[in-house]
Structures are given as structure tokens and as C-alpha cells.
């Protein structure tokens, strides 16, 4: 069974920086592309951002664009999401995802057939 563990979440100021990572366990895959999503409370799960594993070929959400960048270790195996300038409205869990396959939209999250636990991330105004 695949397994995703995220880190690097925490309490920040606002206009603070996090480094989320995310690394699989367990049953290896060959990993096709790596997403975050976020849900704040009370609202719906959303796409933040996105990478091809191969390519590196990123995506990403209008809130976090220039703010947010996506990244991947293929020699780690690893993917990462550095928030910068970060805003209140930021906050919820972040959920590391991860796919095996090409898909035809990566901001969906039925795209995605493995996650992790979510890591919470909370910026204080």
C-alpha cells in the first residue's frame, strides 16, 4: 500500500514563508505527477498547484501564483511547495497527492490516486 507523508506545516506570520514536503512510503510507483490541495474549514478541498514528474512542468492555482512554487527531487523521490508571502487566507490542511498515470486535468483531485494525512498550515494576521 502507498502511502504519502507530508511535513513542514506549522503556525506563521502573515507575509512568513513554509516549506511543505512530501515523500511516499511503502509500495513504491512510478510517480507521473505530484499535487497540493488545500481545505480551509468549512469549505470545499481545493487545487493549489501541480508538477509533471518528468518534465517538471508546473501549474497553479490564480491564488498562489508568484506566491507559491511547486518543486520535485526525483533522486529523493521527494516534492516540496514553498508558500511565500503567506496570507491568512492561506490557511487549512494541506494534502500532498500523487498519481501514477497521464490524466487530462490535474487540478481535479479524482485525478489523483494516492494522498497523504494533510499537514495543517495556519497564518496568523
Known amino acids: 500500500q502507498v502511502q504519502l507523508v507530508e511535513s513542514g506545516g506549522g503556525l506563521v506570520q502573515a507575509g512568513g514563508s513554509l516549506r511543505l514536503s512530501c515523500a511516499p512510503s511503502g509500495r513504491t510507483f512510478s510517480m507521473y505527477g505530484m499535487a497540493w490541495f488545500r481545505q480551509a474549514p468549512g469549505k470545499e478541498r481545493e487545487f493549489v498547484a501541480a508538477i509533471y514528474w518528468s518534465g517538471g512542468m508546473t501549474t497553479y492555482a490564480d491564488s498562489v501564483k508568484g506566491r507559491f512554487t511547486i518543486s520535485r527531487d526525483n533522486a529523493k523521490n521527494t516534492g516540496y511547495l514553498q508558500m511565500s508571502s503567506l496570507k491568512p487566507e492561506d490557511t487549512g490542511v494541506y494534502y500532498c497527492?500523487?498519481?501514477?498515470?497521464?490524466?487530462?486535468?490535474?487540478?481535479?483531485?479524482?485525478?489523483?490516486?494516492?494522498w497523504g494525512q494533510g499537514t495543517q498550515v495556519t497564518v496568523s494576521s
Open positions: 497527492a500523487a498519481r501514477s498515470t497521464n490524466v487530462r486535468s490535474v487540478v481535479v483531485a479524482t485525478s489523483y490516486s494516492y
